[in-house]
């Protein structure tokens, strides 16, 4: 049963930073591609960042290139977004999510996201 589960997030002031982790389960994470995504109020979620299965490339939003960095240990089965320069455009829901390949086709997973607010 594929698992995932993040954690990290909160409120941050204006200029702030964060770590959100998100920790697998159920599938064999370091064969997988990996990405974070965000759903801010009344707007559709969005991919913010993306890894591939061995970290050795990454792909980010325009909105957070230089701020955000993806980062991953496939001995853990974990996956981090460091989150720098905290804008209250960044408040959302964010989310970490998997396409899994399970007998003849693919399964998009996403875990249940963590709650970020950039506020003063």
């Known amino acids: 049963q594929v698992q995932l589960v993040e954690s990290g997030g909160g409120l941050v002031q204006p200029g702030g930073s964060l770590r959100l982790s998100c920790a697998a389960s159920?599938?064999?994470?370091?064969?997988?591609?990996m990405t974070w995504y965000r759903r801010a109020p009344e707007k559709e979620r969005e991919p913010v960042a993306t890894?591939?299965?061995?970290?050795?490339?990454?792909n980010y939003a325009d909105s957070v290139k230089g701020r955000f960095t993806i980062s991953r240990d496939n001995v853990k089965n974990m996956m981090y977004l460091q989150m720098n320069s905290l804008k209250p455009d960044d408040t959302a829901v964010y989310y970490c999510?998997?396409?899994?390949?399970?007998?003849?086709?693919?399964?998009?997973?996403w875990g249940q996201g963590t709650q970020v607010t950039v506020s003063s």
């Open positions: 999510g998997a396409v899994v390949q399970q007998g003849g086709s693919w399964t998009p997973y």
């Open positions: 159920g599938f064999t994470f370091s064969n997988y591609a």
């Open positions: 890894i591939s299965h061995r970290g050795s490339s990454t």
